[in-house]
T-cell receptor, first 113, second 119 residues
Framework: AQSVTQLGSHVSVSEGALVLLRCNYS??????LFWYVQYPNQGLQLLLK??????LVKGINGFEAEFKKSETSFHLTKPSAHMSDAAEYFC???????????FGQGTTLQVKP | DTAVSQTPKYLVTQMGNDKSIKCEQN?????MYWYKQDSKKFLKIMFS???????INETVPNRFSPKSPDKAHLNLHINSLELGDSAVYFC??????????????????FGSGTRLTVV
């Protein structure tokens, strides 16, 4: 069965520092991959998605993610953290032959001034 | 202009009551979903409907009954509410299935959630 693992339930960075949130998937066939962000008391917003067009995917708010098949990873990065980036981030997979979006456990990003 | 709207946003009720949460999408999507987010923020799919047909039914107590009157609406009715039902429930939609063809490269669009508290 498809699964997705986010390493680190809590990540803390200083404002202006690099943000790196890790995501690994388990599948013999690369699924479609997504990153969502959830701000406090809000719904989930799509940050970016990998759909096999390009391995480096750019999203909203300066985030990007790189798909690495050899590492079964889809890590999310941002060169310089902003206070407004503090939120919960979810990696998700959607197998190519089903419609079910499966989420990782989530990573809380804290940004310190 | 809200793409996926849920009502109510907050719901506080006593154990044993029956309650409903409504969801509507105006994106023209053919598939809708209910997710439950627990206190540890874990998101788990509960149900999915494609063109009013139930296509995903995870291991959910049968006190939970989804209803889709048309492809733009998916409601969730919960009977005999229990303390453990307290969670945030999210509705979502996507362009999902069309016959045997899936549009899996589409993400989902989520509503803003309904926070259910059972006391």
């Amino acid at each position: 069965a498809q699964s997705v693992t986010q390493l680190g339930s809590h990540v803390s960075v200083s404002e202006g520092a690099l943000v790196l949130l890790r995501c690994n998937y388990s599948s013999s066939v690369p699924p479609y991959l997504f990153w969502y962000v959830q701000y406090p008391n809000q719904g989930l917003q799509l940050l970016l998605k990998y759909t096999s067009a390009a391995t480096l995917v750019k999203g909203i708010n300066g985030f990007e993610a790189e798909f690495k098949k050899s590492e079964t990873s889809f890590h999310l990065t941002k060169p310089s953290a902003h206070m407004s980036d503090a939120a919960e981030y979810f990696c998700a997979v959607r197998p190519r032959r089903t419609g079910k979006l499966i989420f990782g456990q989530g990573t809380t990003l804290q940004v310190k001034p | 202009d809200t793409a996926v709207s849920q009502t109510p946003k907050y719901l506080v009720t006593q154990m044993g009551n029956d309650k409903s949460i409504k969801c509507e999408q105006n994106l023209g999507h053919d598939t809708m979903y209910w997710y439950k987010q627990d206190s540890k923020k874990f998101l788990k799919i509960m149900f999915s409907y494609n063109n009013k047909e139930l296509i995903i039914n995870e291991t959910v107590p049968n006190r939970f009954s989804p209803k889709s009157p048309d492809k733009a609406h998916l409601n969730l009715h919960i009977n005999s509410l229990e303390l453990g039902d307290s969670a945030v429930y999210f509705c979502a939609s996507s362009q999902g299935f069309s016959g045997h063809l899936t549009y899996s490269n589409y993400g989902y669009t989520f509503g803003s959630g309904t926070r259910l508290t059972v006391v």
